[in-house]
């Protein structure tokens, strides 16, 4: 059962193809102390739930899916 949890909630008018390109990523177990989630909320929320053991399962985690999730939002701005 994890002990820690990070949520976080981005607002962009592009979640639904920020989590289009993050999508092939959560089907993939990157580490069995920690689980990932991701979903979106109305049309420009995309919510990011991380649950872990340990603080490092959950910083390493969290380090993965926050730039995966910067890089597909700044892949937004080039046209």
Same mark, same amino acid.
């Given at each position: 059962?994890?002990?820690h949890? %990070?949520?976080? #909630?981005?607002?962009?008018?592009?979640?639904? #193809? $920020?989590?289009?390109? $993050? %999508? !092939?990523?959560?089907?993939d177990?990157?580490? !069995? #102390?920690? /689980? $990932?989630?991701? =979903?979106?909320?109305? @049309?420009? /929320?995309?919510?990011? /739930?991380?649950?872990?053991?340990d /603080?490092?399962?959950? #910083?390493?985690?969290?380090?993965?899916?926050? =730039?995966? $999730?910067?890089?597909? @939002?700044?892949?937004?701005?080039? !046209?």
């Amino acid at each position: 059962m994890p002990n820690h949890e %990070a949520v976080f #909630r981005f607002e962009s008018e592009h979640a639904a #193809r $920020i989590y289009q390109s $993050i %999508a !092939p990523e959560l089907a993939d177990e990157v580490n !069995p #102390r920690s /689980t $990932i989630s991701c =979903r979106l909320e109305g @049309d420009h /929320t995309l919510v990011l /739930t991380v649950a872990a053991q340990d /603080t490092s399962s959950l #910083r390493a985690a969290l380090n993965m899916y926050l =730039r995966l $999730i910067n890089v597909a @939002d700044e892949m937004q701005q080039i !046209p």
